[in-house]
């Protein structure tokens, strides 16, 4: 359903940068699913700022070429 909102957004020009929620189980497995059923993906690399710790890597999905970014609070 998030995907069918997303992309109904995006078809009428609505840009969505970020899809959010508070991190439930249930919320949590729907972010991964968003993520991992996208065909596309932008990764990023970011230098953690320990340097005795591995780089932090975010994996973004590109819904209909557009990247979102998953967060929560």
């Known amino acids: 359903m998030s995907a069918f909102i997303i992309r109904g957004c995006l078809k009428y020009n609505l840009k969505v940068v970020s ?4 991190g439930t189980d249930t919320e949590r497995s729907v972010q991964t699913t968003l ?3 996208s065909p596309v993906h932008k990764t990023f690399s970011l ?3 320990v340097s005795s710790h591995k780089n932090l ?3 973004i ?3 209909d070429a557009n990247p979102v970014v998953m967060i929560q609070d």
């Open 19 to 22: 899809y959010s929620c508070d």
């Open 35 to 37: 993520v991992e059923s």
């Open 47 to 49: 230098q953690h700022p």
């Open 57 to 59: 890597v975010v994996k």
């Open 61 to 63: 999905p590109m819904i």
